[in-house]
């Protein structure tokens, strides 16, 4: 077992009354929850149990309880759904003699699971532990026993002695005993960057199985990366919530609605695979929207304060949807020679879905040279339309596996199959996730390649999780009477509509008198008067 840590929550901003209500339902649309209900039915995380760890708000480990009854935080959910945990024993009831009600803790539901105004309403368990009996009797033991909650909510951070900061050493130690779990228990866990103080991340959200959350609130000031250790690319995502400790609920209960529709088949008749933390990860990655000036490159594949962006679960949702697609065709190479497209004629028959699969590479030996392993996935990119661009967004997601030091390593590349020209490409040799986004890709035949290396390679062969979208989204204007109708498709979501009086100087670009859209047949719709000035639109996302 390893020795007792300390866990703390960063800094914290406290809403109360009508102002708590007000942005919680704005941020339900900024992340995708009410453009997935509308265009779904009961997609609310039914059936899936989670838990939510808790560090105490007091020196006596007592104060980190979920309240259901709690008037100041009403969760609309029942005593029942309830089991709390630490190290004096477990109950089913509340309240109880374990611990006392955190306000944290209640306001961590709400956005998790609390009626109307979490992301995953009906749950069908809540496991409540007090976080220092959590990691060091179940997480950080040689034999962990499974909790059997796909989907753990961790809103705290470790700290030790050092200035209130966390060592290389305590984040591995930490890091490996939760990968480790996750390996073994396919557990997902989704955990807070911390609020920048200290600025870089700290642990559990360092771990290479779960995902590091970051805020997205414009002012807040959220933990970057890359990692302490090995200069990881973390955290994996931001969200809204004005703290990490209530954006990280956002991200939990995204994963248990994906987790939901992938049990009832809305991504396949795969369901295993659609509902592994894998796939679940690689999805919420790839729905993700790019904050304005979001960037990477090939060694870097997620940017160090955004992550893949901000959560958007319906674009999750949609690429759930868009169903399981397998490669085309697998090679392989000498380890570390080009590899080209093959020319093969198959192609994924469409433009947005996932894969779950293994791909191996072979050691050399004798006079026998190693062997990189090539998944090919070829995708025809066209709508028909001339020189209609396209953007194309990838996740690849792989796990460190149990009781190793190491990952394999695994590359993204995407290649233009006519010139055989390389477009771009995601080659960390840290990082267990690759991402590829190209905003403006033309249309062509296209070459989507996973490469496993040969060298330093832990095992094989290894499982992985894929993710992709490529879309070209227009604005349609049409009359309505004396009126003009601007409509788009819902998905992609994450674009507003701009507008400008004309196309030459002072006017600019905005969203000035353009009212909401309405959501009507899988379209945004929105009608303007006849006194609106403006003549010229377009969509922008971000």
Not at 58 to 68: F, I, M, Q
Not at 252 to 264: F, T
Not at 288 to 308: C, E, V
Request: with cysteine; net charge negative.
């Amino acid at each position: 077992m390893n020795p007792p840590l300390k866990l703390t929550r960063a800094p914290i901003f406290i809403f109360i009354g009508m102002v708590v209500m007000g942005v919680r339902a704005s941020n339900l649309d900024t992340i995708g929850v009410t453009a997935l209900r509308a265009a779904t039915t009961n997609v609310n995380g039914a059936g899936i149990y989670v838990a939510q760890p808790e560090a105490s708000l007091t020196t006596d480990l007592l104060t980190w309880e979920v309240n259901p009854t709690n008037e100041n935080y009403v969760l609309n959910q029942p005593t029942s759904l309830f089991a709390y945990y630490s190290s004096s024993g477990s109950t089913n009831s509340y309240p109880n003699t374990l611990g006392t009600d955190s306000w944290h803790a209640d306001y961590v539901a709400l956005n998790f699971y609390g009626l109307p105004g979490g992301v995953a309403t009906n749950v069908a368990h809540v496991d409540n532990y007090e976080a220092d009996y959590f990691y060091n009797s179940i997480i950080a033991v040689t034999l962990p026993a499974n909790i059997n909650d796909p989907v753990v909510n961790q809103s705290f951070i470790f700290t030790e002695t050092n200035g209130g900061q966390s060592t290389v050493s305590d984040q591995q130690s930490i890091d490996s005993a939760y990968d480790n779990y996750a390996a073994e228990y396919s557990t997902l866990f989704c955990s807070g960057a911390g609020n920048g103080s200290p600025l870089y991340v700290n642990p559990p959200a360092t771990c290479y199985n779960g995902i590091g959350v970051g805020v997205s609130d414009a002012g807040t000031n959220s933990s970057v990366g890359p990692t302490i250790d090995n200069g990881r690319c973390k955290p994996d995502i931001i969200a809204p919530g004005g703290a990490t400790s209530f954006s990280t609920p956002y991200i939990s209960g995204a994963a248990a609605v994906l987790m939901q529709a992938g049990l009832r088949g809305d991504g396949g008749s795969d369901t295993n695979s659609a509902v592994d933390m894998r796939t679940v990860k690689a999805l919420l990655l790839n729905g993700a929207i790019k904050p304005a000036d979001w960037t990477n490159n090939a060694p870097s594949p997620l940017d160090y304060r955004y992550g893949a962006g901000v959560l958007n679960v319906f674009n999750s949702y949609e690429q759930l949807s868009g169903g399981e697609h397998p490669f085309i065709i697998s090679t392989s190479v000498t380890s570390g020679d080009p590899h080209p497209p093959t020319g093969n004629s198959g192609t994924i028959s469409a433009l947005s879905g996932w894969d779950f699969n293994t791909i191996s590479s072979g050691a050399g030996f004798f006079l026998n040279p190693a062997q990189d392993g090539v998944n090919h996935y070829y995708f025809d990119v066209t709508n028909g339309s001339n020189n209609a661009a396209f953007t194309a967004t990838i996740t690849l997601v792989w796990n460190r596996q149990q009781n190793q030091t190491n990952i394999n390593n695994l590359s993204l590349f995407l290649y233009d199959v006519l010139s055989s020209n390389l477009v771009a490409a995601s080659t960390s040799v840290v990082d267990n996730v690759q991402h590829i986004f190209v905003p403006q890709l033309p249309q062509g035949r296209y070459d989507l390649q996973v490469l496993k290396s040969a060298a330093n390679s832990v095992s094989d062969p290894e499982t992985y999780a894929l993710a992709f979208e490529f879309f070209s989204l227009a604005l349609s204007i049409s009359p309505s009477g004396t009126d003009t109708a601007l409509s788009w498709s819902v998905y992609p979501a994450g674009f507003v509509v701009e507008a400008r009086t004309n196309l030459t100087s002072p006017s600019v670009w905005s969203t000035n008198n353009i009212p909401s859209p309405v959501l009507t047949n899988n379209q945004n719709y929105i009608l303007l008067n006849a006194t609106n000035a403006n003549e010229f639109f377009r969509l922008r996302r971000p």
